[in-house]
C-alpha cells in the first residue's frame, strides 16, 4: 500500500471514531428546537453522506455489525436461496428460447411454416416485455417494497410459465413471452438493489455476483434440459412449464425472507426494520441492531430534508423522535404501538413520494448515468445474447450431430467464467478487466468470422469460446455495477435507465439477427460485432473510470468536473 493510502486509512479510521461519537450524541440533538431542525443540508454535505450505491444500508463505524462473522444456518441459507431464485429465473427463461426454437414445429402452433422473421419475434417480444417492465420497476419497488415486488415477478413467472406452455396459436406464444419480460425486467432492476440492501458488508460483493452466478447458472440449466428432451414429444412445452417450480418455491419460502430494512425505515416502518435486522445479523446483539437502525434513520432522514420540499421538517423531526423512542424502549408493548403509527405514517409518505416532482439530476449524477448507460448499450451490441438465443439454430445449419452440444458449451463457458470475474473484478479493478479482456473478444469474433467462412466447426466451436470467455470475466457483469456511481437518491431511478437501454438494445438486436445473417452472412455479422467491440474498447479507454477501492463519498469526486478516469490512480497509487 502507498504512502497516500495509507494516509487514507488512517483519515478513515478516525472518521468512523467521529461517526460514533456524532451517534452516541444523536438524541440529545433530536431536542433541539424546530428552527434548527429546518435548515437543509448543504450539496457536499447531502453526497458525503448519500453517494453511492451501498450507501443506504451502512455507514461504517468501529462497532459496525456488518464486520460481525455471516452465520451460515437454515434462515440464512433460506434468504440466500430465495434472493437468488430470480436471478435463475431471469437466466432460464433468457436461455430456454434456444431450445424452444429447435423444437418448436410449425405443427404444434396450428401453421404451415414458421419464418425466420417470427422466430425473432418470439425471441424479441421477451425483450420488448423486459424493456416496459424496467420503466415501471423502480416505482413498484419503492411503493411495495423490494421483496413484494419479487413475490409479484414470480407470480407473473408462473401465470407465464403455464401460458406458454399451453399455447397453440403464435399471438398466444408471442404474448407470453411478453409477460414474462415483464416480470425478466422488473427482476433484473430489482434483484441487485435488494441484494445490496440486505446483504452484510462481509458479503456483500459475494451476494452481488452470485446473483450474476445464478443468471448464467440459470442459462446453462435451460440448455441442459433441453438437451435430455430432446426426444420427448413437444418438449418445448415442458422447457416453458419447468420455470414456474422455482418461482413457486419462492413463494411457499416467501415468509422467511426479510424486506429490506432499508425500505422500511424510508416508510417509516421502525419496528418491522428492527426484526429485519435481526434476522439479517442473528450474531448481532440488541445494542448492536439498534445503533445500526438509528444510524439508517439518520442517513434516510438526511436525504428527505433536502429533496423533498413537501414534506414538512416537523413531520421528519416527529418521525425521528419516534424512531428513538422506539430504540430506547423495544417492549413489545411499544413496538406493536409504535407499529400501528407507523402505518398511517407510510401511507401519507408513499402518497407524498408518489406526487412529489423527482429533484433536477445534478450534472455529475447525469455523466455518472450516461457513462453507465453507453457501457450497457455496448454490452448488448458486443452480439453474446443473439449466440445465447440462436445458437442451436446456427449450429443446426453446419455439419453438427447435436446443435445443442457446442450451445452447451458456450453456456458453460459463460458460467465458469463468471468466476473469474468473482476473482479479479476487486483487485485488478472494472477498467482495467474491461480493457483486457475485450481484445479477447474482438479476437474471438475475428477467428469466427473466419471458421464461418471456411465452414470449419472446430475453429468456430473454439473462437466462441475464447469471445465468451472474454465476454463473461468482465463486460457481461461490469456494467450491472454501474450504479455504484449513483447517488442514493437516483440510485432506482438510474438502474432502470441502465436496464432499459441493456432491453432496449437487446431487442434490436434480437429482433434483426437472423435477418442480418441472412443478408450479409455469418462471417459479416462477425466483423460488424468486432467493430462495435473496437468503438466499447475505445470508450472504456478515454470515458470509463476506475472506483476500486475509493470511499463512498469520493466516487462522486470522479464526476465532478467532467471524468477523471485516472482519479485513482492520481490520489493512491
Request: charge should be positive; aromatic fraction near 10%.
Given at each position: 500500500?502507498?504512502?497516500?493510502?495509507?494516509?487514507?486509512?488512517?483519515?478513515?479510521?478516525?472518521?468512523?471514531?467521529?461517526?460514533?461519537?456524532?451517534?452516541?450524541?444523536?438524541?440529545?440533538?433530536?431536542?433541539?428546537?424546530?428552527?434548527?431542525?429546518?435548515?437543509?443540508?448543504?450539496?457536499?454535505?447531502?453526497?458525503?453522506?448519500?453517494?453511492?450505491?451501498?450507501?443506504?444500508?451502512?455507514?461504517?463505524?468501529?462497532?459496525?455489525?456488518?464486520?460481525?462473522?455471516?452465520?451460515?444456518?437454515?434462515?440464512?441459507?433460506?434468504?440466500?436461496?430465495?434472493?437468488?431464485?430470480?436471478?435463475?429465473?431471469?437466466?432460464?427463461?433468457?436461455?430456454?428460447?434456444?431450445?424452444?426454437?429447435?423444437?418448436?414445429?410449425?405443427?404444434?402452433?396450428?401453421?404451415?411454416?414458421?419464418?425466420?422473421?417470427?422466430?425473432?419475434?418470439?425471441?424479441?417480444?421477451?425483450?420488448?416485455?423486459?424493456?416496459?417492465?424496467?420503466?415501471?420497476?423502480?416505482?413498484?419497488?419503492?411503493?411495495?417494497?423490494?421483496?413484494?415486488?419479487?413475490?409479484?415477478?414470480?407470480?407473473?413467472?408462473?401465470?407465464?410459465?403455464?401460458?406458454?406452455?399451453?399455447?397453440?396459436?403464435?399471438?398466444?406464444?408471442?404474448?407470453?413471452?411478453?409477460?414474462?419480460?415483464?416480470?425478466?425486467?422488473?427482476?433484473?432492476?430489482?434483484?441487485?438493489?435488494?441484494?445490496?440492501?440486505?446483504?452484510?458488508?462481509?458479503?456483500?460483493?459475494?451476494?452481488?455476483?452470485?446473483?450474476?452466478?445464478?443468471?448464467?447458472?440459470?442459462?446453462?440449466?435451460?440448455y441442459i434440459i433441453s438437451y435430455y428432451l430432446k426426444d420427448t414429444l413437444h418438449s418445448w412445452r415442458y422447457l416453458f412449464g419447468i420455470a414456474a417450480l422455482p418461482a413457486l418455491l419462492f413463494i411457499l419460502i416467501l415468509d422467511f425472507i426479510p424486506e429490506s430494512p432499508r425500505w422500511l425505515a424510508y416508510t417509516h416502518q421502525y419496528a418491522e426494520a428492527q426484526?429485519?435486522?435481526?434476522?439479517?445479523?442473528?450474531?448481532?446483539?440488541?445494542?448492536?441492531?439498534?445503533?445500526?437502525?438509528?444510524?439508517?434513520?439518520?442517513?434516510?432522514?438526511?436525504?428527505?430534508?433536502?429533496?423533498?420540499?413537501?414534506?414538512?421538517?416537523?413531520?421528519?423531526?416527529?418521525?425521528?423522535?419516534?424512531?428513538?423512542?422506539?430504540?430506547?424502549?423495544?417492549?413489545?408493548?411499544?413496538?406493536?404501538?409504535?407499529?400501528?403509527?407507523?402505518?398511517?405514517?407510510?401511507?401519507?409518505?408513499?402518497?407524498?413520494?408518489?406526487?412529489?416532482?423527482?429533484?433536477?439530476?445534478?450534472?455529475?449524477?447525469?455523466?455518472?448515468?450516461?457513462?453507465?448507460?453507453?457501457?450497457?448499450?455496448?454490452?448488448?451490441?458486443?452480439?453474446?445474447?443473439?449466440?445465447?438465443?440462436?445458437?442451436?439454430?446456427?449450429?443446426?445449419?453446419?455439419?453438427?450431430?447435436?446443435?445443442?452440444?457446442?450451445?452447451?458449451?458456450?453456456?458453460?463457458?459463460?458460467?465458469?467464467?463468471?468466476?473469474?470475474?468473482?476473482?479479479?473484478?476487486?483487485?485488478?479493478?472494472?477498467?482495467?478487466?474491461?480493457?483486457?479482456?475485450?481484445?479477447?473478444?474482438?479476437?474471438?469474433?475475428?477467428?469466427?468470422?473466419?471458421?464461418?467462412?471456411?465452414?470449419?466447426?472446430?475453429?468456430?466451436?473454439?473462437?466462441?469460446?475464447?469471445?465468451?470467455?472474454?465476454?463473461?470475466?468482465?463486460?457481461?457483469?461490469?456494467?450491472?455495477?454501474?450504479?455504484?456511481?449513483?447517488?442514493?437518491?437516483?440510485?432506482?431511478?438510474?438502474?432502470?435507465?441502465?436496464?432499459?437501454?441493456?432491453?432496449?438494445?437487446?431487442?434490436?438486436?434480437?429482433?434483426?439477427?437472423?435477418?442480418?445473417?441472412?443478408?450479409?452472412?455469418?462471417?459479416?455479422?462477425?466483423?460488424?460485432?468486432?467493430?462495435?467491440?473496437?468503438?466499447?474498447?475505445?470508450?472504456?479507454?478515454?470515458?470509463?473510470?476506475?472506483?476500486?477501492?475509493?470511499?463512498?463519498?469520493?466516487?462522486?469526486?470522479?464526476?465532478?468536473?467532467?471524468?477523471?478516469?485516472?482519479?485513482?490512480?492520481?490520489?493512491?497509487?
Amino acid at each position: 500500500m502507498s504512502k497516500k493510502s495509507k494516509r487514507h486509512h488512517q483519515h478513515s479510521h478516525s472518521s468512523q471514531q467521529q461517526q460514533l461519537q456524532q451517534l452516541q450524541q444523536q438524541p440529545q440533538r433530536i431536542n433541539r428546537s424546530s428552527s434548527s431542525s429546518s435548515q437543509l443540508l448543504s450539496h457536499d454535505d447531502f453526497y458525503s453522506d448519500c453517494y453511492s450505491t451501498f450507501s443506504q444500508i451502512t455507514t461504517s463505524t468501529i462497532n459496525d455489525i456488518d464486520h460481525l462473522p455471516y452465520v451460515i444456518n437454515l434462515r440464512t441459507v433460506t434468504i440466500i436461496i430465495g434472493a437468488t431464485i430470480g436471478g435463475l429465473l431471469f437466466g432460464y427463461d433468457t436461455g430456454v428460447i434456444s431450445g424452444v426454437l429447435l423444437y418448436l414445429k410449425p405443427s404444434d402452433l396450428q401453421r404451415l411454416q414458421i419464418t425466420d422473421l417470427q422466430k425473432e419475434f418470439i425471441t424479441s417480444s421477451t425483450s420488448i416485455g423486459s424493456f416496459l417492465g424496467s420503466l415501471i420497476s423502480f416505482k413498484l419497488a419503492d411503493y411495495y417494497g423490494r421483496r413484494i415486488t419479487l413475490a409479484i415477478c414470480c407470480a407473473i413467472f408462473i401465470l407465464a410459465s403455464i401460458l406458454m406452455s399451453m399455447a397453440h396459436t403464435l399471438s398466444i406464444l408471442i404474448m407470453g413471452r411478453l409477460i414474462v419480460g415483464l416480470a425478466i425486467g422488473t427482476a433484473a432492476q430489482c434483484i441487485p438493489i435488494y441484494l445490496s440492501e440486505i446483504s452484510p458488508a462481509r458479503i456483500r460483493g459475494f451476494m452481488l455476483t452470485l446473483n450474476s452466478i445464478a443468471i448464467t447458472g440459470g442459462q446453462l440449466l435451460s440448455y441442459i434440459i433441453s438437451y435430455y428432451l430432446k426426444d420427448t414429444l413437444h418438449s418445448w412445452r415442458y422447457l416453458f412449464g419447468i420455470a414456474a417450480l422455482p418461482a413457486l418455491l419462492f413463494i411457499l419460502i416467501l415468509d422467511f425472507i426479510p424486506e429490506s430494512p432499508r425500505w422500511l425505515a424510508y416508510t417509516h416502518q421502525y419496528a418491522e426494520a428492527q426484526n429485519s435486522l435481526r434476522m439479517l445479523y442473528p450474531n448481532a446483539n440488541s445494542l448492536q441492531i439498534n445503533l445500526k437502525l438509528r444510524k439508517l434513520i439518520m442517513t434516510i432522514n438526511k436525504l428527505q430534508k433536502y429533496e423533498t420540499s413537501n414534506v414538512t421538517n416537523d413531520n421528519i423531526l416527529s418521525a425521528t423522535t419516534n424512531a428513538h423512542i422506539l430504540l430506547e424502549n423495544t417492549s413489545p408493548a411499544t413496538i406493536i404501538q409504535q407499529q400501528n403509527i407507523n402505518r398511517n405514517t407510510r401511507r401519507n409518505n408513499n402518497t407524498i413520494q408518489l406526487d412529489t416532482k423527482r429533484r433536477k439530476m445534478e450534472p455529475k449524477t447525469k455523466r455518472a448515468l450516461i457513462i453507465g448507460c453507453i457501457l450497457m448499450f455496448f454490452q448488448q451490441v458486443s452480439g453474446f445474447n443473439a449466440f445465447m438465443y440462436y445458437s442451436p439454430i446456427i449450429f443446426s445449419k453446419l455439419d453438427t450431430n447435436n446443435p445443442l452440444i457446442p450451445a452447451m458449451l458456450i453456456a458453460a463457458t459463460n458460467f465458469i467464467f463468471t468466476f473469474v470475474a468473482l476473482s479479479l473484478v476487486d483487485t485488478l479493478g472494472r477498467r482495467a478487466i474491461l480493457l483486457y479482456t475485450i481484445w479477447i473478444m474482438i479476437l474471438g469474433l475475428l477467428l469466427a468470422s473466419i471458421g464461418f467462412d471456411h465452414n470449419n466447426i472446430n475453429l468456430l466451436l473454439g473462437s466462441l469460446i475464447m469471445y465468451v470467455a472474454g465476454y463473461a470475466s468482465a463486460l457481461g457483469t461490469v456494467p450491472w455495477s454501474s450504479v455504484e456511481f449513483l447517488p442514493l437518491n437516483q440510485r432506482s431511478f438510474g438502474a432502470s435507465c441502465i436496464s432499459c437501454t441493456n432491453w432496449l438494445t437487446n431487442t434490436i438486436v434480437s429482433l434483426t439477427y437472423l435477418s442480418i445473417m441472412n443478408t450479409i452472412g455469418n462471417e459479416n455479422t462477425m466483423i460488424c460485432f468486432a467493430f462495435f467491440m473496437l468503438l466499447a474498447w475505445g470508450f472504456v479507454f478515454i470515458w470509463y473510470p476506475e472506483v476500486k477501492g475509493l470511499s463512498l463519498e469520493e466516487i462522486g469526486e470522479v464526476f465532478a468536473n467532467g471524468i477523471d478516469v485516472h482519479y485513482i490512480y492520481r490520489n493512491y497509487y
